[in-house]
């Protein structure tokens, strides 16, 4: 009975192929040959992004942290925020994550930019709402 293994492999960023090596390992232990097969990737693309706040429902003051996930290995974030929405601490809006405070009542539409070797993706969404008081 043969074994075999693949040595651990990670992809670059626009790597379009990936030669796989299968190295069979016999009963005693030892190596065979190797095969190489290959492997395509799926084409690049540009990010794909969401973003999850903390909380679906906010009151007017209280903070809220958006994070947004990415795929396609991303190298840059860039939030654009509406004037309702004040950065805590005077954070970076350059990060995957922000912490936010709301500055009044209604739908909180907010942007963010996504860059990888790629390109850009800039995608805009109705993360929260923000009210008055929460009723129960």
Do not use: H
């Not at 005693?28 to 679906?56: C, F, H, M, R």
């Not at 709301?102 to 942007?111: F, S």
Request: net charge positive.
């Amino acid at each position: 009975m043969k074994l075999f293994y693949v040595p651990k492999f990670e992809r670059n960023a626009n790597d379009l192929k990936l030669d796989v090596k299968l190295v069979p390992v016999m009963k005693d232990g030892s190596e065979g040959a190797a095969q190489t097969l290959e492997a395509n990737y799926p084409q690049p693309t540009a990010p794909k992004v969401i973003v999850k706040p903390s909380k679906g429902y906010i009151k007017v003051g209280e903070k809220v942290t958006l994070k947004a996930i990415a795929t396609g290995n991303p190298t840059g974030f860039k939030w654009l925020l509406p004037a309702s929405l004040e950065v805590v601490n005077n954070g970076s809006l350059v990060a995957p994550q922000i912490e936010v405070t709301a500055l009044k009542e209604g739908k909180q539409d907010i942007t963010i930019e996504v860059t990888n070797a790629v390109g850009t993706t800039k995608e805009t969404f109705s993360a929260f709402r923000c009210v008055e008081r929460i009723r129960l």
